[in-house]
């Protein structure tokens, strides 16, 4: 099988291989580079870029070091580099990278690939180019600045020569690294890749068949397991009878996983592993298991229960978050407008279930998952089996999607300690029943919002309450706040200009394993603010649009100063990425526009309407619903403006846009995980849809024009979308749902 070995320990003699028959090449150095952890190594690999590649073949090998769930990050990451480097597309080939911590992070979550990387790699290709331009200029004895680089050629105008990378190759190899700071970057009028809608390079592959992903993987020798978890969160093996699954054909072993104490953190869950020699055998011994479990603190856990409780916090005063303006006390009933909005919990359930396979020697482990944090698969597994780091190799899939259930890497750790105990290559495949059932779920939570008007029916005050399990319980025994980090994710955040706004926090313990998905907290919040402006732009009789704009003031760019709380902003600085209403303005502008070209909703029919900014991206969001006499849901449009900075492929932008559409459905209109008795009561795509294709609206999708920096694209199409589509039904209906999803109420 392929292993996806390019780029591990790239030296001379790796590039020899890379490039096959074809002789040497140029691996670039990147010692110059401030913000490379290779900076900080002394061995000599520390002095090689492990992005750039070329072959005398002409070839330009270019690696992604992050992971490909379908967004295109594999095509994107080589667009950037490609351009600054002034490389031939046609003659471009993508490694994968494997995990590897001189790459800098290779977290593929938070919207960040692009975000991040954009300017390191910018800085990657013209590292490339100059030294290519240098070795050109020596051979042809001129000055460097009169020569240039375009579809992977080197040419001199004056004197009309040229040579190709691969010609240049070996000599630019032996160049001296130029210093970043003396790098000159492409001005925008010169991209080539960036800003071009290139096929996603894995396209043929998908089509066809032959792209692998963690399913598809088989090494030599190995074994399967299908693993048996715990049903309640904390609870264990109390009594062990493996006699019958022993006895089914092919059944190899059975073995039992220990839980870890404290917090689940992304240790495996424990239970009962049956190994086999095929996939069969491990389920159907599986089945012939006979387990008692022990007691767990979560036994008694019931969703609902929990959700009524949440809701009862949320109207009592809670710790406050932010303060914007002067406390407001008086809250008369005759110019109150409050309402409390619920989200249950939720799952990832990504089309395919997490996989990993793991073969553990006397000298190391290799690891091949569709994993979103490779490093974080090679932390993990070298932790769990007294390894260090450096021994354990982590081959990265491609992914059946991710959502954020493929950063949590417990799945590819119950493979190594499988493997290490079986003495053999042990594949570990999740069934769809064990991803909903035993994986990390979107926190269940509720928000109040109530606001006091004033005579004109415009908010003078607005007091918003947040209440839902942390994510960092996940880490930290104890932790029943939602962290600040969490509720930076459209909660105190969203730049409202009224006279006072208060923001407050109640506590949420925890019953389960908590983890972020796809937009994280920005699901429950947009959720809140989206539906709680709506309401208020009705009381005012207004358009929600206008509504919107009215509450976000002036232009100007938001710094939230004095207003008791540090604004994390996705990890970027304000300065590069503003919250600017400005931007917020344009996308809604944009989508007014193309609702009124889309034309007035029928019988029974309505416009809602929701504007979101998360990730450093804006997003405006319009739906057109039907809802009929018989409570029968049809969503027949949608229409979605996005302004993410300057784009690197505006066909991924879009269809991730697309994409967040209908993942935000998934969740509005059907998404719900329940408790009782402390079990999940769903199981699979039965009693946990998806959307299906009869109810997926037109979608129209607007990519603002912008040189701004790059912003996040996968997750901020998905927060207007909840809102939108309950502000919608209301239009249509008359009905105002406040608590998700929507099949509670209307068939769907």
């Keep these: 099988m392929s292993s996806f070995t390019a780029t591990q320990n790239f030296s001379r003699r790796d590039v020899l291989k890379l490039f096959g028959a074809t002789g040497g090449g140029l691996a670039l150095g990147a010692s110059g580079l401030g913000w490379s952890p290779m900076v900080m190594a002394q061995n000599a690999d520390s002095r090689l870029n492990l992005f750039i590649a070329i072959g005398e073949d002409n070839k330009v090998y270019l690696t992604c070091h992050r992971s490909e769930m379908g967004q295109g990050i594999r095509t994107g990451i080589p667009q950037v580099l490609a351009d600054e480097l002034g490389a031939d597309w046609d003659n471009v080939v993508v490694v994968q990278g494997l995990a590897d911590k001189r790459y800098g992070s290779q977290n593929t979550d938070g919207s960040r690939s692009i975000r991040k990387g954009f300017d390191k790699m910018r800085e990657m290709g013209a590292l490339a180019r100059t030294m290519l331009e240098q070795a050109a200029a020596d051979r042809w004895q001129v000055e460097l600045s009169e020569v240039s680089t375009s579809n992977n050629r080197v040419s001199h105008a004056k004197s009309g020569k040229s040579a190709t990378f691969g010609e240049l190759a070996m000599a630019a190899s032996k160049v001296k690294l130029p210093d970043v700071k003396t790098l000159s970057l492409k001005p925008v009028s010169e991209y080539t890749h960036i800003g071009a809608s290139h096929t996603i390079v894995d396209m043929q592959d998908m089509l066809t068949g032959k792209a692998q992903y963690g399913y598809d993987v088989q090494v030599d020798g190995m074994l399967c397991a299908s693993i048996t978890r715990p049903p309640v969160f904390g609870s264990e093996v109390a009594k062990l009878d493996d006699a019958a699954a022993r006895k089914v054909a092919g059944v190899v ?85 409050s309402a409390l909005y619920t989200v249950p919990y939720l799952a990832h359930a990504p089309m395919e279930a997490p996989s990993a396979t793991a073969s553990v020697t006397a000298s190391g482990c290799e690891v091949w998952a569709s994993t979103q944090t490779p490093q ?180 100007r760019q938001e710094t939230f100063a004095n207003q008791a709380f540090k604004y994390g902003n996705y990890g970027e600085d304000l300065a590069r990425h503003p919250v600017d209403i400005a931007r917020y303005r344009g996308v809604i502008d944009a989508v007014e526009q193309a609702m009124d070209k889309a ?150």
């Design 599 to 748: 034309g007035v909703a029928g019988k029974n029919q309505g416009w809602g309407f929701a504007v979101h900014r998360s990730f450093t991206a804006f997003v405006a969001t319009a739906l057109l619903v039907q809802v009929s006499e018989d409570k029968q849901l049809k969503v027949l449009k949608a229409i979605s403006a996005i302004d993410a900075g300057t784009v690197v492929n505006p066909d991924r932008v879009k269809s991730q846009t697309e994409g967040a559409v209908m993942f935000g459905l998934s969740l509005a209109m059907m998404g719900e995980i329940d408790f009782k008795d402390g079990h999940v009561v769903q199981s699979n795509f039965h009693d946990y849809p998806m959307l299906r294709m009869p109810q997926c609206p037109e979608i129209e999708t607007i990519v603002i024009e912008s040189e701004a920096p790059p912003a996040g694209v996968g997750e901020p199409g998905v927060p207007p979308v909840a809102p939108s589509l309950t502000n919608a039904i209301f239009a249509a209906s008359g009905m105002r749902i406040r608590d998700l999803p929507v099949s509670k109420l209307l068939t769907v």
């Design 376 to 555: 974080s698969v090679q932390q993990n597994v070298a932790g769990a089996l007294g390894l260090k780091e450096e021994q354990v190799k982590v081959n990265v899939t491609l992914l059946g999607g991710g959502f954020g259930r493929k950063s949590k890497p417990d799945y590819c750790v119950e493979a190594a300690l499988l493997s290490k105990k079986a003495g053999s290559p042990v594949k570990v495949c999740w069934s769809r029943e064990d991803e909903i059932q035993n994986g990390y779920l979107h926190a269940i939570s509720a928000q109040h919002y109530q606001a006091k008007l004033g005579s004109d029916k415009m908010p003078e005050a607005i007091l918003q309450r947040s209440g839902f399990p942390s994510i960092g319980s996940t880490f930290s025994e104890g932790a029943d706040y939602p962290a600040g980090w969490e509720l930076d994710l459209g909660f105190v955040d969203v730049p409202l200009a009224v006279k006072s706004l208060r923001c407050e926090a109640v506590k949420a313990e925890a019953h389960t394993r908590i983890g972020w998905m796809r937009s994280v907290c920005n699901i429950q919040h947009a959720f809140g603010i989206g539906s709680f402006v709506d309401e208020l732009a009705v009381k005012a009789n207004k358009p929600c649009t206008v509504m919107w704009k009215a509450l976000l003031g002036e232009v």
């Design 253 to 337: 072993d059975v073995i039992q996983l220990s839980p870890t104490k404290g917090a689940p953190m992304f240790h495996p869950l424990g239970g009962v592993a049956v190994i086999a020699s095929n996939s069969w055998s491990a389920l159907e011994g599986r089945k012939a298991l006979k387990i008692a479990w022990s007691a767990s603190s979560n036994d008694d856990h019931d969703s609902q229960v929990y959700l009524n409780t949440l809701k009862d916090r949320v109207t009592q005063p809670g710790k406050l978050m932010r303060q914007q303006g002067k406390e407001v006390t008086d809250w008369p009933a005759e110019s109150t407008v």
